[in-house]
């Protein structure tokens, strides 16, 4: 059977970046802006705040778990700390220690411990993909999630054989495990919409392995709701609300994002492709994938190549 979670995080090819263990001592701050990079955040102990820049503020207690698929602003910060939500603070000292960094107070206790990180989604389409996600995703006192981002923090420090692999296969891990344990947490504050939230619904799942299993067929609503056993007006709200796109729209996006990796694969002509993903004729798929993507699927297509000759010629 078609798991579409599982093929939304094999398609975005996480690669860690960055990770480190940050100690805190009250109060602090520190505030970032990223390029829209995935960041996560394990605590340790204690406890923080994370916010979101104009949108949400997250209180994080030990054995939490958090991740933003597209980090841009946010801050973290002790408790209850005002400045948090300041978009001109300026962000505490912070200081290399033995295992990590600490942020605050030089002298003063450590008011909380985190693993925090980056990553990459290697992906081209990988802000299409980002786009099935939740906004962010938290998930409270699982110890098999903590355990895998230890593994991740170890991996990350130690010069093994094969650690770029490794690490790839347990952010998979990490990603899929994080997704399907939100859904499925009783604090709707949990998960944003989003695939995982969709498939925690019995009703939409079936809907949602529908369009994953079958993205070429000429799927109406009337049909998928027929799938979730519901009426076509109910199952389009609830869609629309749970997932955080319409059906139509949620198919149009995952077929874009199979049809750019059966183009980065090669091997099939952009007609093929197109019939793959559910188009009568590749004049019809050309002006989608042109809107969508901003090229078109035959530039698209040798993009690689064209990067390859760049870097020779450099």
């Given amino acids: 059977m078609t798991d579409p979670l599982a093929e939304v995080v094999s398609l975005l090819q996480p690669r860690a970046a960055t990770t480190k263990v940050v100690a805190c001592a009250a109060p602090w701050l520190v505030r970032r802006t990223g390029s829209g990079q995935p960041f996560y955040c394990a605590v340790l102990e204690g406890s923080c705040d994370l916010a979101i820049d104009g949108q949400d503020t997250i209180t994080l207690h030990a054995g939490d778990f958090v991740l933003i698929p597209a980090a841009h602003g946010f801050a973290t910060s002790d408790v209850g700390n005002p400045r948090a939500v300041d978009r001109d603070a300026v962000s505490s000292p912070v200081q290399m220690v033995p295992g990590g960094v600490h942020v605050g107070d030089p002298d003063g206790p450590v008011a909380a411990r985190m693993l925090i990180g980056h990553c990459t989604f290697e992906s081209p389409d990988a802000a299409l993909l980002v786009s099935l996600?939740?906004?962010?995703?938290?998930?409270?006192?699982?110890?098999?999630?903590?355990?895998?981002?230890?593994?991740?923090?170890?991996?990350?420090?130690?010069?093994?054989?094969?650690?770029?692999?490794?690490?790839?296969?347990?952010?998979?891990?990490?990603?899929?495990?994080?997704?399907?344990?939100?859904?499925?947490?009783?604090?709707?504050?949990?998960?944003?919409?989003?695939?995982?939230?969709?498939?925690?619904?019995?009703?939409?799942?079936?809907?949602?392995?529908?369009?994953?299993?079958?993205?070429?067929?000429?799927?109406?609503?009337?049909?998928?709701?027929?799938?979730?056993?519901?009426?076509?007006?109910?199952?389009?709200?609830?869609?629309?609300r749970t997932v955080g796109a319409t059906p139509m729209d949620y198919l149009l996006l995952w077929r874009m994002a199979l049809a750019q990796r059966l183009l980065r694969e090669g091997g099939l002509s952009v007609a093929r492709v197109a019939e793959q993903v559910g188009y009568s004729s590749a004049s019809t798929f050309g002006a989608a994938f042109l809107r969508h993507v901003g090229v078109s699927p035959a530039r698209f297509a040798r993009q690689p190549q064209e990067r390859g000759v760049e870097r020779e010629a450099a």
């Fill in 133 to 240: 996600m939740p906004r962010w995703l938290l998930v409270r006192g699982e110890p098999r999630l903590a355990t895998l981002v230890q593994m991740i923090n170890d991996e990350s420090r130690a010069g093994r054989p094969a650690r770029e692999v490794v690490l790839a296969r347990l952010l998979e891990v990490v990603l899929i495990e994080a997704l399907r344990l939100t859904a499925c947490q009783d604090d709707c504050r949990a998960a944003s919409p989003g695939v995982a939230r969709g498939l925690a619904d019995p009703r939409l799942a079936a809907a949602l392995r529908c369009l994953h299993g079958e993205p070429a067929r000429a799927w109406t609503v009337e049909q998928l709701a027929q799938a979730a056993a519901m009426s076509r007006s109910a199952f389009f709200e609830r869609f629309s």
